[in-house]
């Protein structure tokens, strides 16, 4: 059975930092695409970033590739989204997700975070205040 437990929400203040981590127990860790999303109240969830166990990632927004960076600690099956300079906008409950690689990505290619990874956390919430 799969597990995928979220940490390191809360409450920050305008221009702080916070880093998410994500534990993945149960699985295969190289199977996974790992994806970090957030969803804001009455909508659909944000795919924000993927990697997978041979280390190339993505961050799929423009207007966060400055701040939001994924990382993995392989031997430790666990994710982190480093996010700098929060802004109120990005209050939101985030998730992390682990999507059955449906075929191992390309040399040098990320792979793709799916809205229906088959194993989801539970989120975290994420509150910045001006």
């Known amino acids: 059975q799969v597990h995928v437990a979220e940490s390191g929400g809360g409450s920050v203040q305008v221009g702080e930092s916070l880093r998410l981590s994500c534990k993945v127990s149960?699985?295969?860790?190289?199977?996974?695409?790992m994806g970090w999303f957030r969803q804001f109240p009455g909508q659909d969830r944000q795919v924000l970033a993927s990697?997978?166990?041979?280390?190339?990632?993505?961050v799929y927004l423009d207007s966060l590739k400055d701040r939001f960076t994924i990382s993995q600690d392989t031997a430790e099956t666990t994710v982190y989204l480093q996010m700098n300079s929060l802004k109120p906008e990005d209050t939101a409950i985030y998730y992390c997700?682990?999507?059955?690689?449906?075929?191992?990505?390309?040399?040098?290619?990320?792979?793709?975070?799916?809205?229906?990874?088959?194993?989801w956390g539970q989120g975290t919430q994420v509150t910045v205040s001006s």
């Open positions: 997700a682990a999507a059955i690689l449906r075929r191992p990505p390309l040399h040098g290619a990320s792979c793709h975070a799916r809205a229906n990874s088959e194993y």
């Open positions: 149960g699985g295969n860790y190289s199977e996974f695409c």
């Open positions: 990697i997978h166990s041979g280390g190339v990632s993505a």
